[in-house]
């Protein structure tokens, strides 16, 4: 169900940024390491793909792998195994526009980034693109439920010393906006980066859609607030 339009200047608390997707774009290696694993599987990989975004490696494993040897693909050894070659390729990885700027723009006391990513995978994204490290990080290792369940903006929110509801979600992923929502944060803003299309964004309640960080104006106020704006033309 799509969201209301909200009124800008948005004000909040804290923001709490996906990543992938969102602030560093890995989709192609995300997708080229998935194909490559339903291929041995022999799991169709466009219905795996489709519904994977966003997504904690657990929660597809949970989904995808194969019956007899489900107990094993859960371990973390086997997930960690997993995720090791994705961690190393960076061929076609990019920052999103405006990102770097923001991260570094931010006060510590007001972001977080909550991630589907398990830490090794997160930590290292941050280490390879030296883009500003996070001063509160929740990962897929550190949570039960994974997006699209609250839990992981619940607890970035908590870090932050703040309620969800005073804090703005940034979402490229159908799942993590449901995530979002359902956290109750106070705006679920949409990044249309390519991850899944806008309609699918909306649908799952993110409001407004942007394509960057570039379409916003952020300004931490004096009281301690952050003021987003629309940048106009």
């Known amino acids: 169900m799509a969201a209301s339009t909200p009124q800008f200047p948005i004000r909040c608390r804290g923001i ?6 969102t602030l560093i ?5 995300v997708e080229r390491h ?3 694993w339903c291929e041995a599987h022999e799991v169709s ?3 795996l793909i489709s519904t994977s975004h966003g997504r904690p490696s657990r929660s597809i494993m ?11 693909y859960l371990t973390p050894e086997y997930l960690q195994k997993l995720e090791r070659p994705v961690v190393e390729d960076m061929e076609g990885m990019i920052i999103i526009p405006g990102a770097r700027d923001l991260l570094e723009y931010l006060p510590a006391t007001h972001w977080a980034v909550v991630t589907s990513a398990g830490r090794e995978m997160a930590t290292g994204r941050f280490k390879q693109t030296e883009l500003k490290t996070p001063p509160v990080l929740v990962t897929s290792t550190e949570i039960h439920r994974g997006k699209p369940h609250p839990d992981g903006y619940e607890k970035g929110a908590r870090l932050l010393g703040l309620s969800p509801e005073d804090c703005v ?14 956290a109750r944060a106070k705006v679920v803003f949409g990044m249309d980066t390519g991850t899944a299309p806008r309609e ?3 649908e799952a309640g993110a409001n407004p859609i942007i394509k960057s960080f570039e379409d ?4 931490v106020l004096d009281d301690g607030w952050i003021e987003i704006s629309l940048k106009t033309l």
Do not use: C, H, N
Request: no cysteine; aromatic share 10%; proline share 4%.
């Open 16 to 21: 709490l940024f996906d990543m992938d997707g």
């Open 25 to 29: 774009d890995t989709t192609v290696i």
């Open 34 to 36: 998935w194909q490559i």
């Open 45 to 47: 990989y466009s219905e």
């Open 62 to 72: 949970e989904q995808w792998a194969p019956r007899d040897r489900l107990e094993e």
């Open 169 to 182: 979600v940034f979402e490229d992923a159908p799942s993590g906006v449901r995530a979002g929502v359902a």
């Open 200 to 202: 699918q964004l909306i």
């Open 216 to 219: 916003l104006d952020i300004k």
